[in-house]
């Protein structure tokens, strides 16, 4: 291998490494409630996954590549086909020179099964790489079941808790959601809450907020 080519897969594995270690730092520090998810969340969609792609983008970087067909966008109107790049493999992968890459989508990230409906608090997309990921990684990623109930990779737990709400300017069944400490949560009930916290700014102006 020549210097420059060793050189730059040193620099890929040291920035890999870097990227890991800031997330377990971020991971481990704080869980993520509502108030998280929409504050942080550049966009929030309720989305059917049609197809999961793994691979290496130009810079060696692995990444997969979930393709989603959004069905209502809490935070616009960019319904229709988009790719989310999420860092990682889905598995690991023979490469053309006999080695198997295991670089991994990290453990607290969310995975996707294709078909499944979903409802996703998504970060904004990296300006130097495309990747993207969900908000609280696992705890921003929510799976609609076949009962029509929600429930994200830690089963909801914490979504609601140190939570602050005034709740005389909600709705009855958004007053009903914040009491919840865990456990699957209507679908409608759900969608209905973020699109209301979204739509009258509850975050910003201090309807709902951490409590002290």
Partial sequence: MHLRSRLRTVGLLVFAMMFHASL???????????VDL??????????EV?????GFDSMNLPYTDITIDVLDDLTGNR?????????????????P?????????????PMFVTDEKVILFLYR??????????????????????RGNVINAVDNTNLFH????????MPEAAQKLVAV????????????????AVEERWVEEGVLHHAH
């Fill in 162 to 169: 140190h939570v602050a709400a005034q709740t005389e300017r």
């Fill in 125 to 146: 997309q990296s300006p130097m790489n495309g990747m993207q990921t969900t908000v609280g990684l696992n705890q921003g990623k929510f799976t609609v079941d076949a």
């Fill in 50 to 54: 049609l197809e999961i792609e793994d």
């Fill in 181 to 196: 400490r865990g456990g699957e949560i209507n679908e409608n009930a759900f969608v209905n809450f973020v699109r209301n």
């Fill in 24 to 34: 377990a730092q971020a991971t481990s520090l704080r869980t993520a409630n509502i």
């Fill in 79 to 95: 319904t229709g086909v988009r790719i989310i790049r999420q860092f990682g493999l889905q598995e690991p992968k023979q490469m």
């Fill in 97 to 109: 020179d006999g080695r198997t890459a295991l670089s991994m989508t990290p453990a607290a990230f």
């Fill in 38 to 47: 929409i504050d942080q969340a550049e966009s929030i969609v309720v989305a």
